[in-house]
């Protein structure tokens, strides 16, 4: 299932990575991360809940604002 999620806390090209690599290393696919909206979008298998994706960005320390089915 596709997945918007809302991150502030990014203001560099680091944090871009930072942010993709956490959601790649929860099983995500084709991530995409934009710095100038703070939107990520991933393929999030629906066995992968909202409060683990909320934790996993929070713990490469960036805010989770939303997280949208697309």
Do not use: P, R
């Amino acid at each position: 299932m596709k997945k918007k999620i809302y991150v502030e806390g990014m203001n560099c090209g680091h944090c871009v990575n930072h942010v993709s690599e956490a959601l790649k290393e929860i099983g995500a696919k084709d991530v995409a991360v934009n710095l100038e909206s703070k939107i990520a979008t991933a393929e999030i298998g629906d066995n992968i809940t909202d409060d683990f994706i909320k934790a996993a960005i929070e713990d490469a320390g960036y805010d989770v604002v939303k997280i949208e089915k697309v």
